[in-house]
């Protein structure tokens, strides 16, 4: 669109744009067509499981693609966007997120099954949800996804994985809206998948994703299902405020163990805690800030450093203002 062609309901969202320095005294882009939700100064602490951090300057739940590919295509030019799945393996910093966080919720939710053991999956679905589709259709090689969750976006930008598999085992494309509202289709092979990591803009939003599975027995596959269920429960705090492992593994070695071996079992910083059932996880006591949840991390990367030599890599994703 040029800007002869504009309507001045199509007015850039520049003025009254998240990060930009003026804001409309009714409530800035508000105003603006959207058929989603669209919050200005949006708590997010509630949106992530460690139940702490600042606010969105604005959060905007599309309806649709089409509804996120228009508000994308008129947002000013560098403001910043970020896509918030289920915030399992997030901190979100306590001074908020500047720009847009973009929430996928119920309509991006559904799994359909399509021909020859394929999932079409919305990117705001979660993980059991896919599981158990799967499952239920008789089809094999997702069960993994039961026991981590987030949702299919933060699965394929993470290369979320357990048990041996991963989603780069699993995926076959994903359909991703990026900066300026184009919606482009990304062949797995195009995302560079490497341990917990993809070379997927950083950006970029995954509206959907189709995974291949292969033909399996309803019954085998629950009771696999039941089993990472069950074990998950023995090892990690499931049912407290976390983020899921903390650091990822080096090469060879377990991140849990280092960080066990060097003492922090337990280690407290405010009311941030290392789990003391899984070393690897962090955990929310009660009223913890995210700059105790980071700052106790960074305290226990030093340690381990200290202790084995080895530096760890955060695998939580650490976004905002401080
Ligand atoms: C108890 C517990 C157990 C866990 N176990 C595992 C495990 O076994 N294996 C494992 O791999 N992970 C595990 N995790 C971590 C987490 O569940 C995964 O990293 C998951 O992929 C994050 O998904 P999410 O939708 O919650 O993403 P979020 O935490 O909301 O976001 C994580 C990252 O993904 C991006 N993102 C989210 N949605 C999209 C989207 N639609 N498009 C583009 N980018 C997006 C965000 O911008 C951010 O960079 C665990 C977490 C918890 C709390």
């Not at 228009?70 to 901190?91: C, K, W």
């Not at 026991?147 to 699993?170: C, K, L, S």
């Not at 991140?255 to 910083?269: F, N, Q, S, T």
């Amino acid at each position: 669109m040029t800007q002869m062609d504009m309507q001045p309901d199509d007015e850039k969202l520049g003025a009254n744009a998240p990060g930009s320095d003026e804001v409309h005294p009714q409530g800035g882009i508000v105003s603006t067509k959207v058929r989603g939700s669209l919050q200005k100064d949006a708590p997010l602490d509630k949106l992530v499981w460690f139940k702490s951090g600042g606010r969105a300057d604005y959060l905007f739940e599309p309806a649709d693609t089409e509804d996120l590919t228009n508000f994308l295509g008129r947002l000013e030019e560098g403001t910043p966007v970020m896509a918030l799945g289920l915030g399992s393996n997030l901190i979100i910093r306590d001074g908020g997120v500047p720009g847009v966080v973009v929430r996928l919720g119920k309509p991006f939710s559904s799994v359909e099954v399509r021909r020859d053991n394929v999932l079409e999956c919305g990117g705001g679905a979660p993980g059991i949800l896919v599981a158990s589709s799967a499952r239920d259709a008789g089809i094999a090689g997702l069960e993994f996804l039961r026991g981590i969750p987030g949702t299919v976006g933060g699965f394929v930008r993470m290369n979320g994985g357990a048990y041996g598999r991963e989603v780069a085992d699993i995926l076959i494309d994903c359909d991703v809206v990026l900066p300026g509202g184009n919606c482009v289709n990304i062949p797995a092979s195009d995302l560079n998948y490497t341990y917990r990591h993809s070379k997927l803009p950083p950006e970029a939003i995954v509206v959907s994703a189709r995974f291949q599975g292969k033909e399996g027995d309803p019954g085998r596959i629950n009771a696999e299902m039941n089993r990472i269920a069950e074990e998950r429960e023995q090892s990690q705090p499931l049912r407290t405020k976390t983020g899921g492992s903390t650091f990822k593994n080096p090469e060879g070695q377990k991140a849990w163990k280092l960080v066990d071996e060097a003492g922090c079992r337990g280690l407290v910083m405010g009311d941030a805690q290392v789990s003391e059932k899984h070393t690897n996880f962090l955990i929310n006591r009660g009223a913890a800030t995210s700059a105790d949840i980071e700052g106790l991390g960074e305290e226990v990367r030093r340690r381990v450093a200290g202790k084995s030599g080895v530096t760890l890599e955060w695998e939580i994703q650490r976004v905002g203002r401080p």
